[in-house]
């Protein structure tokens, strides 16, 4: 199966800063037959099944603030919210749907600082 | 409006059977390119890919757990099965059932999930 590694595994950070979150895979997940990278992000805060916020990498889901951007090809990947808000706080999961296999990272835990 | 919803029983015993039915509107499995996967997430930790069915029937299980998992699907009632043999405290977790889309490129579907249910939490206890 492929690995998904996700950094840091927390982070605290002040309203309105950045904040990045970071996806390695064991495996390159860019199909060349469709130059598209197979990977998504899921927001989950507590209490509530995940959410859909960017698939293919870097295309946000309908209805996600743009201040949440996806980037990166090949095996590494970054989550980026430009301006963190508070009900950014949530553990954020990478998942790679490349494989027959699905899998995730072990999540990184968002908070405000 | 997509959405799905788990049941199941809140507590099984080690070494029985559970059952978890999700049943779903919105979406028909009897459409091209659908998919329905059921995922765990043991208490604090992280989420685990189990099984998933396709509209076709075509089915897919966890290496890891592959002998103890059967999915099936009821297209006429909405409705996606999960069973899960051999019940042990490991295994207690909330276990979600999710509809996968699909864009369909060179002839082939690729699916990512796109839409969860809200989880029903199953305690492996005597």
């Known amino acids: 199966d492929i690995v998904m590694t996700q950094s840091p595994d927390s982070l605290a950070v002040s309203l309105g800063e950045r904040v990045t979150i970071n996806c390695k895979s064991s495996q390159s997940i860019l199909s060349s037959s469709t130059n598209k990278n197979s990977l998504g992000w899921y927001q989950q805060k507590p209490g509530q099944p995940p959410k859909l916020l960017i698939y293919w990498a870097s295309t946000r889901e309908s209805g996600v603030p743009d201040r949440f951007s996806g980037s990166g090809s090949g095996t590494d990947f970054t989550l980026t919210i430009s301006s963190l808000q508070a009900e950014d706080v949530a553990v954020y999961y990478c998942?790679?749907?490349?494989?027959?296999?699905?899998?995730f990272g072990q999540g990184t835990k968002v908070e405000i600082k | 409006q997509v959405t799905l919803k788990e049941s199941g029983p809140a507590l099984v015993e080690p070494t029985q059977t559970l059952t978890l039915t999700c049943t779903f509107s919105?979406?028909?499995?009897?459409?091209?390119?659908?998919?329905v996967s059921w995922i765990r997430q043991p208490p604090g930790k992280a989420l685990e890919w189990l099984a998933r069915i396709d509209w076709d029937d075509e089915k897919l299980y966890s290496t890891s757990l592959k002998t103890r998992l059967t999915i099936s699907k009821d297209t006429s009632k909405n409705q996606v099965v999960l069973t899960m043999t051999n019940m042990d405290p490991v295994d207690t977790a909330t276990y979600y059932c999710a509809r996968a889309r699909s864009e369909k490129m060179l002839n082939y579907y690729y699916y990512y999930i796109d839409v969860w249910g809200k989880g029903t939490m199953v305690t492996v206890s005597s």
């Open positions: 998942q790679q749907y490349y494989s027959t296999f699905w899998t």
């Open positions: 919105g979406f028909s499995l009897n459409t091209n390119g659908m998919r």
